[in-house]
């Protein structure tokens, strides 16, 4: 399986971007995509994910502001509005398989937000 990511860029402070990313190879269509961050000198944290039913988790910090969802088993995206400089990191695609909890990582996708 592998994860392919779309949409980082340089963004004003109050702008949007959208991520894309597309899941290749034998996936179970069971299974938890979603997004997560890491900024310099922190740990990644999540971002959202969403269940291939339809069941989202959002970190508290984007509630509001972001929206993920999902077109398929395979695909995922995250609209970013009112984007702020604290979301300044590298986003990274991640899908889980429910029924192994095996888990898979796309390369980042650096996103940078100026004040």
């Known amino acids: 399986v592998q994860l392919q990511a779309f949409g980082g860029g340089l963004v004003q402070a109050g702008g949007s971007l959208r991520l894309s990313c597309a899941a290749s190879?034998?996936?179970?269509?069971?299974?938890?995509m979603g997004w997560y961050r890491q900024a310099p000198g922190k740990q990644r944290e999540l971002v959202a994910t969403?269940?291939?039913?339809?069941?989202t988790v959002y970190a508290d910090s984007v509630k509001g502001r972001f929206t993920i969802s999902r077109d398929n088993s395979k695909n995922v995206y995250l609209q970013m509005n009112s984007l702020k400089p604290e979301d300044t990191a590298v986003y990274s695609c991640?899908?889980?398989?429910?029924?192994?909890?095996?888990?898979?990582w796309g390369q980042g996708t650096q996103v940078t937000v100026s004040s």
């Open positions: 991640h899908l889980m398989v429910t029924s192994t909890f095996v888990r898979y």
């Open positions: 969403m269940t291939s039913r339809g069941i």
């Open positions: 190879g034998s996936i179970f269509s069971n299974n938890i």
